[in-house]
């Protein structure tokens, strides 16, 4: 449906959409396939860098991890067209959960990089290809909604996994935790059969202002590229925080406390951004969105205070979803249905070169400044999206 066809439709068109469910048999096994690709990702991800050791070490695991996930990011989109949903996240999942078992054997630095870099293929296929099978499940009128919800699924998850696998570390050893990840992670494949192949949405033709268009035009698009580049300035910020909060609070309980409460207000805050960015403008919300990322960053700066980066780490949280749930929003309401695969391919793109940038630069700077200028020089990074934040809001999504 064209936009002037839709602006041309009649009421009681509009009412069923806004009144369309958003809870279906097939976004409920949708959801478990996002809690285990989400425990898969953030059980060992500041778990790993443990067992790398070193700064340097810690941020080259990280970063490989990121960069893997890209590749996979970028091809997933042809892989979806070729093979469907399914066989994406079949694939996307064994190699996300299966590779852990490898670190029991080994915690040589080269077997770590081997490992980060398969999961992180797969990894980036899982995301990209469930993210566009999430897109086309909820109803276009209610879609920030709709991620909202998704977003609390994955959010739950991410919650638990990130500090329970730091605390679970602690107490009973890296290899429970790498156990726990790969069969938390392989059993979610149970939900795969009674998900969509393909949807009818994906050929029922265009509903956004642009055509069709693969990645790399997709790259050349302003309306995709400033919402994707205000994401990604702060994707760099949890890049530095995952991986080096651990390192750098002088407490392993404040590490764990942190890393709970940055998802936990990151959650609430998505929700609360979906609803009011389906009424309001997602727009709206990426310039509120980088400043209280930004003062919270200037909080955990304080490292050796434990109030002020539970404090910062809550600030962040809340800056962070509000720009997940605004950004993603705001790209899918410019394509057509069968682009969500490039919409979710350069938004989680964006998500991992960020961190991959975040870990792996902090960890040079780390090494001879430390952690408090880490944060604070993170901080200063989130200033330059204020730029295309502001030109969102003179334009009309």
């Not at 609430?268 to 609803?275: F, I, L, T």
Request: cysteine-free; overall charge positive.
């Amino acid at each position: 449906m064209t936009t002037a066809t839709l602006a041309a439709a009649p009421a009681p068109v509009v009412s069923v959409a806004l009144q369309a469910p958003l809870v279906t048999r097939a976004l409920l096994l949708r959801f478990i396939t996002i809690v285990g690709s989400s425990l898969g990702f953030y059980l060992p991800l500041s778990v790993v860098p443990q067992v790398a050791g070193s700064a340097g070490h810690a941020g080259l695991a990280t970063g490989t991890l990121l960069a893997a996930s890209i590749a996979g990011e970028v091809a997933t989109p042809r892989l979806v067209a070729r093979f469907g949903y399914r066989f994406a996240l079949t694939a996307g999942l064994l190699l996300l959960g299966a590779p852990t078992l490898v670190l029991l054997a080994s915690s040589e630095m080269a077997v770590i990089v081997a490992v980060n870099l398969v999961r992180g293929l797969g990894f980036g296929v899982t995301i990209v290809a469930g993210g566009a099978l999430t897109a086309a499940l909820l109803p276009e009128r209610r879609r920030g909604e709709g991620l909202a919800l998704v977003g609390v699924v994955g959010g739950l998850s991410s919650l638990v996994a990130l500090p329970f696998g730091v605390w679970a570390a602690g107490q009973w050893g890296h290899d429970t935790v790498f156990v726990i990840t790969a069969v938390a992670t392989l059993m979610s494949l149970v939900a795969v059969p009674g998900l969509p192949g393909r949807t009818a949405r994906d050929t029922s033709g265009p509903t956004g202002s642009h055509g069709d268009h693969g990645v790399l035009a997709g790259l050349r698009d302003p309306g995709l590229v400033r919402p994707a580049a205000v994401f990604a300035a702060s994707t760099v910020a949890i890049g530095v925080l995952v991986t080096f909060l651990p390192l750098a609070t002088t407490s392993p309980s404040v590490a764990a406390v942190a890393l709970l409460v940055q998802p936990a207000t990151g959650t609430a805050a998505r929700w609360v951004a979906g609803r009011l960015g389906d009424r309001h403008g997602q727009a709206r919300l990426l310039v509120p969105g980088l400043l209280l990322a930004a003062a919270g960053l200037l909080g955990i700066s304080a490292t050796g205070v434990p109030a002020a980066v539970v404090a910062g780490a809550a600030l962040f949280g809340a800056g962070f979803g509000v720009l997940q749930n605004a950004t993603l929003a705001l790209m899918y309401s410019r394509v057509r249905p069968e682009a969500f695969g490039t919409v979710s391919a350069i938004w989680n793109a964006a998500y991992d070169v960020g961190m991959a940038v975040g870990a792996a630069g902090a960890g040079i700077v780390a090494a001879g400044a430390g952690y408090p200028v880490v944060f604070v020089l993170t901080a200063a990074v989130l200033l330059p999206a204020l730029l295309p934040a502001r030109r969102e809001l003179r334009r009309r999504a």
